[in-house]
């Protein structure tokens, strides 16, 4: 189940208008990276409703996600197809690369640095072992 709707992406975190099919979709997809990236915290914190700034914290880095993924091709950024996931390409004598910006991906999946810092202001990422 995703962390955020399309209400809160709308007026809460005031995003990029995103089709509803396609935002489902994303919302439901950037919901899964949350919790590899926070090894099963958020979905912890959110079920047991224990910490506002936590909840809003991973709320927020959904929707962060969510939008980074639309921009990043929709739907086929988290499939491994999308055009702004190439970073050459050949044609006949013509060719084209781009450097990698420094950001992050997990299988390919594009990952949002600003998803992470905000994860990461709560302690939501920590690898160890600490209650929460």
Do not use: C, W
């Amino acid at each position: 189940m995703a962390y955020i709707d399309q209400d809160y992406y709308t007026a809460s975190y005031f995003g990029e208008e995103i089709p509803d099919l396609d935002f489902n979709k994303l919302a439901e997809k950037a919901s899964l990276i949350i919790d590899v990236v926070t090894h099963g915290r958020a979905k912890i914190v959110t079920e047991q409703d224990s910490d506002p700034e936590k909840i809003s914290a991973i709320k927020t880095a959904t929707a962060i996600q969510t939008e980074y993924m639309y921009a990043q091709g929709g739907v086929s950024s988290y499939t491994g197809t999308g055009d702004n996931l190439k970073t050459s390409e050949s044609v006949g004598n013509y060719s084209y690369s781009r450097n990698i910006d420094g950001s992050y991906s997990f299988g390919g999946i594009p990952i949002s640095p600003l998803a992470l810092a905000v994860l990461d202001s709560q302690s939501l990422r920590y690898a160890g072992f600490k209650e929460i």
